[in-house]
């Protein structure tokens, strides 16, 4: 028999420890559950097989971002905003520099804003892959995981050879880009587009109107938009409530206004209207994609701007002012004037933003990420509470939280 | 259609504000603690601000008042932000809470509370969310040293 002095102490303290009635039973579900892709604890209270009420905790993989952000120079945190959702790490990146962009009065080059969108476009389209792969691997549709996952290793690889890393870029920069293009890879991202189209077909077939699928994603998990607004969701699960609310398209950014795209919403607000948004928001990705490869402008990919791009490695090498210039910036980082700035971009889980408080030194006095994961935990139990035990699974996994973002 | 709501907003409320004005697109209200319930309600309610995006916290240690809580929020129908701060005394760190009026203020407020010890009136369920029970302190304090420890199970030896 354990001592109780040697036991375990409980990190959380749940919501409730008795049940509204006798015949209820109170489990604990996590923090690490095969089922839950996330590390994410639920206190659920159970009248047999139904669940009455949730009580989240979200924080495992608390790591101190804001904290340690502000120790580094402001070019030293993009590998940081990389392992915050690090499932569409290129939109963090970019988000972060738009920020840090603002509050420097910097405009980007042309070519570095129509590149920023389609790269943003491709990380949603990796980022809805995975979670709709996971969503239906979790409901037993191994094949439909298998094809899509093949498909965004395709794009996992394709992006390393832009950016050296298959999940992590570090791709953004404050004024531009880490590096252009390598020659062919739009030719390559067209094959890569196609295979998508041929396997998201077959992926429709499978389930879409698969009676089993139907039965665990239709009238599941269902918020409204009154209640989504309320609890400050934005994104596929506010779209797929039926309320057409999307930053590119209410206040455009990047080179969004320049493009034609839709914004799909459901009609009701449940797991399957998340499912079908997410898979509808990918072929609007790809559409975006195919005219920003027509738009793409030639040109340079960094503002010629001393204090923050980095002077060309030639004149490094043969004058003593770029010397001197690439020396302070990377030891003293970019130094933005004393101010505060907020940058929201749309991120695949909703509006991701960043507020930057500078103190006009080149080391952030703060800096807060707007994470909506961690928003969405806060009104998770709504879609929650009165389903069945094992639609917690279906629905968590259509919430798309990510541990990375979520807990920052 | 966005800078007519934004002067709107500013005319109606820079009466019950210590300071208005626009930075970079954002309408930035500063305010009494006490003036946040009211204008947060006409924002709400007049403006349709419907969207409580975020609330942070700054410390500006060592100056005085020490903490500024710092609101961002949006309107779904003229989509613009909104962002209210106001600045608390450490020895007073208390604020209104926004759960009544907002759904998403119950988890938001839990990670101020618990990375700057800000306190919010109202709100009956300030658990630690990140952080675990029985943290000491409030690690998004500038006195906050990043690396002390504070393990939950012992490190073993």
């Known amino acids: 028999m354990t001592p109780v002095e040697t036991r375990l102490p409980n990190p959380v303290r749940p919501a409730f420890t008795a049940g509204e009635r006798d015949d209820t039973v109170i489990v604990n579900i996590g923090p690490s559950h095969p089922c839950t892709h996330g590390t994410v604890q639920i206190i659920a209270e159970l009248d047999g097989e139904r669940v009455l009420r949730t009580d989240i905790h979200c924080g495992y993989l608390h790591r101190g971002f804001e904290k340690e952000c502000e120790s580094h120079t402001w070019h030293n945190l993009i590998p940081y905003v990389d392992r915050l959702n690090y499932v569409s790490a290129l939109i963090n990146d970019f988000t972060y520099c738009e920020a840090v962009e603002t509050l420097m009065g910097i405009e980007i080059t042309p070519r570095c804003r129509y590149l920023r969108t389609l790269l943003s476009e491709y990380s949603r389209l990796v980022d809805h892959l995975t979670c709709v792969a996971a969503g239906l691997m979790e409901l037993g549709a191994m094949t439909a995981f298998l094809y899509l996952v093949m498909v965004r290793d395709f794009m996992y690889e394709h992006l390393a050879a832009l950016t050296g890393a298959r999940v992590t870029y570090s791709y953004g920069r404050i004024g531009g880009l880490a590096r252009d293009l390598p020659d062919g890879w739009l030719v390559r991202l067209e094959e890569i587009l196609k295979q998508y189209e041929e396997f998201i077909g077959r992926v429709h077939g499978l389930v879409d109107r698969n009676r089993i699928f139907i039965d665990r994603m239709r009238d599941v998990g269902t918020i409204s938009t009154k209640d989504a607004i309320s609890y400050g969701y934005t994104g596929v699960i506010l779209r797929a409530t039926g309320a057409a609310r999307d930053l590119r398209r209410d206040t455009p950014y990047l080179a969004y206004a320049e493009l034609d795209f839709d914004v799909p919403v459901g009609i009701k607000g449940d797991n399957y209207d998340r499912y079908f948004v997410r898979m509808r928001e990918m072929d609007e990705s790809v559409y975006m994609m195919r005219q920003l490869m027509e738009m793409l402008p030639a040109g340079p990919i960094n503002v010629d701007d001393r204090r923050c791009v980095l002077p060309e490695k030639e004149l490094v090498y043969t004058e003593i002012e770029s010397l001197i210039n690439h020396f302070k910036l990377v030891m003293d980082g970019p130094k933005p004037p004393a101010g505060e700035a907020y940058a929201a971009h749309e991120s695949p889980n909703g509006e991701l933003g960043f507020y930057v408080v500078s103190d006009g030194s080149g080391v952030p006095w703060k800096v807060h990420c707007r994470a909506p994961s961690y928003v969405h935990m806060g009104g998770a139990h709504k879609m929650l509470d009165g389903y069945q035990l094992a639609d917690i699974v279906p629905t968590f996994g259509s919430i798309n939280m990510i541990g990375g973002e979520c807990d920052r | ?157």
């Open chain 2, 1 to 157: 259609m966005a800078a007519g709501i934004l002067d709107r907003v500013s005319e109606a409320l820079a009466p019950t504000a210590i300071s208005a004005a626009i930075a970079h697109g954002i309408l930035v209200l500063t305010l009494a603690p006490e003036a946040l319930t009211p204008v947060v309600g006409r924002l709400q309610s007049e403006f349709g601000f419907d969207l409580f995006l975020d609330v942070t916290a700054i410390d500006w240690l060592p100056q005085t008042p020490r903490f500024e809580v710092v609101w961002h929020f949006y309107s779904t129908e003229h989509h613009v932000r909104i962002r209210i701060k106001a600045r608390v005394a450490e020895s007073d760190a208390v604020v209104d809470s926004l759960r009544p009026r907002y759904g998403s203020a119950g988890i938001m407020e839990r990670e101020c509370h618990e990375m700057y010890g800000i306190v919010f009136r109202g709100n009956d369920d300030l658990r630690p969310m990140l952080l675990y029970e029985g943290f000491v302190g409030h690690p998004l304090r500038k006195d906050y040293p990043k690396d002390r420890e504070q393990p939950l199970v012992p490190y073993i030896k």
